[in-house]
């Protein structure tokens, strides 16, 4: 019981501590799990449309920012519909929202470039 006490005197103030300066940082763990890190790496190569993706976001009214900022950057991959072991590229499909998911789009991402295949509203 005495040792209880000594360990839980310790490591309250501890993880206090710990929080306090990770916070200050900014620090998360959020971007460890695989949907952030193909979305991270998705975001830092260099986007290429097919054609059929450009028209249907012309008709769907999306542009690049809002592709960027939005449907990638909050939507979640699908690894059941993906195909993560493709060589060279491999091929994603990423929907968005998470919940109730309108658009549906699949892309493949290569070392140098991204390259966004189909766009498809769901409802």
């Given at each position: 019981?005495?040792?209880?006490?000594?360990?839980?005197?310790g490591?309250?103030?501890?993880?206090?501590?710990?929080?306090?300066?990770?916070?200050?940082?900014?620090?998360?763990?959020?971007?460890?799990?695989?949907?952030?890190?193909?979305?991270?790496?998705?975001?830092?190569?260099?986007?290429?449309?097919?054609?059929?993706?450009?028209?249907?976001?012309?008709?769907?009214?999306?542009?690049?920012?809002?592709?960027?900022?939005?449907?990638?950057?909050?939507?979640?991959?699908?690894?059941?519909?993906?195909?993560?072991?493709?060589?060279?590229?491999?091929?994603?499909?990423?929907t968005?929202?998470?919940?109730?998911?309108?658009?549906?789009?699949?892309?493949?991402?290569?070392?140098?470039?991204?390259?966004?295949?189909?766009?498809?509203?769901?409802?």
């Amino acid at each position: 019981m005495r040792k209880a006490k000594f360990f839980l005197l310790g490591l309250i103030p501890g993880l206090i501590i710990v929080f306090f300066i990770l916070n200050k940082k900014g620090a998360s763990c959020s971007g460890y799990l695989p949907n952030s890190r193909v979305i991270a790496e998705t975001l830092s190569k260099e986007f290429t449309y097919s054609e059929s993706f450009k028209a249907e976001m012309e008709f769907l009214k999306i542009d690049e920012k809002f592709l960027k900022d939005s449907i990638i950057t909050k939507g979640n991959v699908d690894f059941e519909k993906s195909d993560a072991q493709k060589k060279p590229c491999p091929s994603y499909i990423l929907t968005y929202p998470k919940k109730n998911p309108r658009y549906e789009i699949g892309f493949e991402k290569c070392t140098e470039q991204s390259n966004f295949q189909s766009l498809k509203k769901l409802r």
